[in-house]
């Protein structure tokens, strides 16, 4: 069934991946994500299977940005892609009560899991990166590029729950960012702000009446996604929908 329904695409990615997304994926929906996205990045054997095995499909189904207001159509799925609504720092080592210091620099001395968990087309720039406002300092807590997107990528990194006003805090660098080191030719900046955890209504809110490219998603330090993450995934149609998005 997997081989005749996806025929078209089975042929454009190497035999080993269809074997992969064959044996680790459930449904058919789930299989064309994989496909398409194995296709579209290019990714091997290792990077396919860190991607099922860590539920890149489910986090991206859960997405919550405010592109869709703020980005052109041209480049709003690509920009929808760059963001996971949960990422897992599974290579992490912290201690039980670490704070958002040590967790950054986790990312920084692990950069090339942390880049692999981002995303293929993410580039590192740096870490607590310094702008200023007036005579106020700014320090982005990281700072990566977007190849595809080619967008400066701002990252403000949360131990807690999301709270609304970090939303306001990235707008502010964002308008920083654009206006100091955006160059001519690269496109808006994007914000994403990763949150130990948050409330999915609370976070529709925040963005609501923001007019800035930012995404909201969590974190975790394990592979499982949590009971009441599951509870959140989208039904059966809203898949087949969000999947005919990607193919246009």
């Known amino acids: ?55 890149t499909y489910e986090k991206y189904l859960l997405n919550q940005t405010k592109f869709d207001l703020t980005i052109p159509a041209e480049r709003r799925v690509q920009a929808k892609l760059a963001v996971k609504d949960e990422y897992t720092f599974d290579f992490a080592e912290l201690t039980p009560e670490y704070s958002e210091y040590e967790l950054e620099m986790q990312l ?14 993410y580039t590192f720039i740096g870490n607590q990166y310094h702008l200023t406002a007036g005579n106020r300092d700014l320090y982005i807590d ?16 949360k131990i807690g729950e999301f709270e609304a006003e970090y939303a306001g805090k990235m707008q502010l660098y964002l308008t920083a960012l654009d206006e100091q080191v955006k160059l001519p030719d690269e496109n808006p900046s994007i914000g994403i702000i990763i949150c130990k955890s948050k409330d999915k209504t609370y976070v529709e809110y925040a963005l609501k009446n ?4 930012i995404g909201v998603a ?7 996604l949590p009971e009441e993450m599951k509870a959140l995934l989208p039904e059966p149609e809203e898949i087949v929908r969000r999947l005919k998005i990607l193919e246009r």
């Not at 269809?18 to 296709?39: G, W």
């Not at 920084?108 to 087309?121: H, K, P, Q, S, T």
């Not at 990281?142 to 990194?157: G, K, P």
Request: hydrophobic share 45%; net charge positive; charged share 25%.
């Open 142 to 157: 990281l700072l990566l590029f977007h190849r595809r997107l080619r967008s400066l990528i701002a990252i403000e990194l």
């Open 1 to 55: 069934m997997y081989i005749i329904k996806l025929a078209p695409l089975v042929r454009e990615i190497s035999w080993i991946n269809n074997i992969i997304i064959m044996e680790k994926c459930k449904d058919d929906s789930q299989r064309e994500f994989y496909i398409q996205m194995t296709k579209r990045y290019g990714w091997t054997k290792r990077i396919l299977t860190n991607f099922i095995e860590t539920q």
């Open 210 to 213: 923001i007019n800035a490219p």
């Open 108 to 121: 920084v001395n692990n950069i090339r899991a942390f880049l692999i968990e981002m995303g293929r087309d």
């Open 218 to 224: 969590a974190y975790q330090l394990r592979n499982t």
